[in-house]
């Protein structure tokens, strides 16, 4: 069955709208869920997870911007939860949860890496440097800065896509 080259158009044209938004909802490769691997990752000096702890990141498109949740059981088997509601707009957005930080704030770089910095009572914390493998399997979140007692910070937590 031939369809008329007007049909076909608005037909390709609907298709291509419908792929368009699909993309524009799904907010890039970061989205989804990860479980840090403590065995690639760096931490020196904290903050970091314990050893043996387990720590889940939960990024996920919301309305105009994203949500994300971060989960951590420690060895020891003491739970934490912090969450957020942001953009990638360089503006800050409070964070509940995170003893380090009150807001933050991301920026995106480029279609696989975006920045994210951590502030506390209005001041710069640490910054994160975070990039999606070209596979998308692989999240690797470099963070410098200074911890509160003013120890330098220099951070790289490996991330397996769940």
Same mark, same amino acid.
């Given at each position: 069955?031939?369809?008329?080259?007007i049909?076909l158009?608005r037909y390709?044209?609907?298709a291509l709208i419908?792929m368009?938004?699909?993309?524009?909802?799904?907010g890039?490769?970061? =989205?989804?869920?990860w479980?840090l @691997?403590?065995e690639?990752?760096?931490y020196?000096p904290?903050p970091?997870?314990?050893p043996?702890?387990?720590t889940?990141f939960?990024m996920?498109? =919301?309305?105009?911007?994203f949500k994300?949740?971060?989960?951590t =059981?420690?060895?020891q088997g003491?739970?934490?939860h912090s969450?957020?509601?942001a953009?990638?707009? @360089?503006?800050?957005y409070?964070?509940?949860? @995170?003893?380090?930080?009150?807001t @933050?704030?991301f920026r995106?770089?480029d279609d696989?890496?975006?920045?994210?910095?951590?502030?506390?009572?209005?001041?710069?914390?640490l910054?994160?440097?975070?990039?999606i493998?070209?596979?998308?399997k692989?999240?690797?979140?470099?963070?410098?800065?200074?911890?509160?007692?003013g120890?330098e910070?220099?951070?790289i937590?490996?991330?397996?896509r769940?």
């Amino acid at each position: 069955m031939k369809l008329p080259k007007i049909a076909l158009s608005r037909y390709i044209l609907c298709a291509l709208i419908s792929m368009g938004a699909v993309a524009a909802q799904s907010g890039g490769p970061w =989205m989804g869920t990860w479980k840090l @691997n403590l065995e690639k990752s760096k931490y020196s000096p904290g903050p970091g997870p314990a050893p043996g702890g387990t720590t889940i990141f939960k990024m996920f498109p =919301m309305g105009d911007g994203f949500k994300y949740t971060i989960d951590t =059981m420690s060895a020891q088997g003491k739970a934490s939860h912090s969450e957020a509601f942001a953009r990638f707009d @360089n503006k800050d957005y409070p964070e509940t949860g @995170n003893p380090g930080a009150d807001t @933050n704030r991301f920026r995106r770089i480029d279609d696989h890496t975006y920045a994210l910095t951590d502030r506390k009572n209005g001041k710069d914390a640490l910054s994160f440097t975070i990039t999606i493998s070209a596979d998308g399997k692989t999240r690797t979140s470099v963070a410098t800065g200074k911890t509160p007692a003013g120890q330098e910070v220099h951070n790289i937590g490996v991330w397996d896509r769940q």
